[in-house]
T-cell receptor
Framework: DVKVTQSSRYLVKRTGEKVFLECVQD?????MFWYRQDPGLGLRLIYF???????EKGDIPEGYSVSREKKERFSLILESASTNQTSMYLC??????????????FGAGTRLSVL | DQQVKQNSPSLSVQEGRISILNCDYT??????FLWYKKYPAEGPTFLIS?????DKNEDGRFTVFLNKSAKHLSLHIVPSQPGDSAVYFC??????????????FGTGTLLAVQP
């Protein structure tokens, strides 16, 4: 079974703090993704990475950065947390394979509250 | 612009009856479609998918139908069970050479199955 592990289930941070969200996958997947989920807005892509040290902006990258130093680990960084970044953050991974079956596997999520 | 739309935010059905969740898309380049199920405080889990070369895919109680001309897909759950109560997300992607493996998600439909 694919396992995607997010380091924290719940986090409470103060406005202006630097926040690190960590994600590790054990399936040697090339592609990794960070989303946030908000009521009525579905899952919105923040950043994704298709290889080590490679990153691409998603639909809502403002206020975030990412790091992918190792294939299995993809980190999301909030440089200066703000209250509008209170959300559920979800990490996912998938193989680069060209079978056409683009199934992403998700971690359990991190519920971040910024006070 | 929302490329994948789930116009029903919620749906309530009786246990044992059929649940039908709907999804519309606008991008004719999408060729692979997925449904994910999400319980509160957990990550989405893959449920079922369909390639654009098919119009139906079945897995136990779950069947996905694809109508390419209408750019519409639906998920049927028969019979519905209380444990099916969750948020269901529709997602779409473009596969093939050069594809980024990105998924575009709908906003989700909350299904409540009443005992």
């Amino acid at each position: 079974d694919v396992k995607v592990t997010q380091s924290s289930r719940y986090l409470v941070k103060r406005t202006g703090e630097k926040v690190f969200l960590e994600c590790v996958q054990d399936m040697d997947h090339e592609n990794m993704f960070w989303y946030r989920q908000d009521p009525g807005l579905g899952l919105r892509l923040i950043y994704f990475s298709y290889d080590v040290k490679m990153k691409e902006k998603g639909d809502i990258p403002e206020g975030y950065s990412v790091s992918r130093e190792k294939k299995e680990r993809f980190s999301l960084i909030l440089e200066s947390a703000s209250t509008n970044q209170t959300s559920m953050y979800l990490c996912a991974s998938t193989s680069q394979g060209n079978t056409g079956k683009n199934i992403q596997y998700f971690g359990a999520g991190t519920r971040l509250s910024v006070l | 612009d929302q490329q994948v739309k789930q116009n029903s935010p919620s749906l309530s059905v009786q246990e044992g009856r059929i649940s039908i969740l709907n999804c519309d898309y606008t991008n004719s380049m999408f060729d692979y479609f997925l449904w994910y199920k999400k319980y509160p405080a957990e990550g989405p889990t893959f449920l079922i998918s369909i390639s654009s070369i098919k119009d139906k895919n079945e897995d136990g109680r779950f069947t996905v139908f694809l109508n390419k001309s209408a750019k519409h897909l639906s998920l049927h759950i028969v019979p519905s069970q209380p444990g099916d109560s969750a948020v269901y997300f529709c997602a779409a992607s473009v596969s093939g050479v050069g594809a980024t493996n990105k998924l575009i998600f709908g906003t989700g439909t909350l299904l409540a199955v009443q005992p």
